[in-house]
């Protein structure tokens, strides 16, 4: 079992940055991470991934060239830098883990945190 728990979300006005972090805990060893988020009324959505080792990072669409994935498996941790946000970018973001690589599907990610609420004001 894993454990995920996001934070650093907030307030933020168009423009700024926030970064979010994702506490892993509990069988830790090997997993890779996804970020999503869902705003109201639409479905899940990629943002980035990267894997155990940090070498492979993949990201979304929608927030390419605005984000940021890292790691650090010593704290067992995995932020997601986020600029330029816009108020579209408002949403709930999702902390995922999975075993077999990074997936840009959330169906495929077997662990999940409760969430972190980012809202951006115009």
């Known amino acids: 079992q894993v454990q995920l728990v996001e934070s650093g979300g907030g307030l933020v006005q168009a423009g700024g940055s926030l970064r979010l972090s994702c506490k892993a805990s509990?069988?830790?060893?090997?997993?890779?991470n996804g970020w999503f988020r869902q705003a109201p009324g639409k479905e899940r959505e990629f943002v980035a991934g990267?894997?155990?080792?940090?070498?492979?990072?993949f990201y979304g669409d929608s927030m390419k060239g605005r984000v940021t994935i890292s790691r650090d498996n010593r704290e067992n941790t995995v932020d997601l830098q986020m600029t330029s946000l816009k108020p579209e970018d408002t949403a709930v973001y999702y902390c995922?883990?999975?075993?077999?690589?990074?997936?840009?599907?959330?169906?495929?990610?077997?662990?999940w945190g409760q969430g972190t609420q980012v809202t951006v004001s115009s």
């Open positions: 995922a883990a999975r075993s077999e690589g990074v997936s840009i599907r959330a169906r495929d990610y077997d662990y």
């Open positions: 509990g069988r830790t060893f090997g997993i890779n």
């Open positions: 990267i894997n155990w080792a940090g070498g492979l990072t």
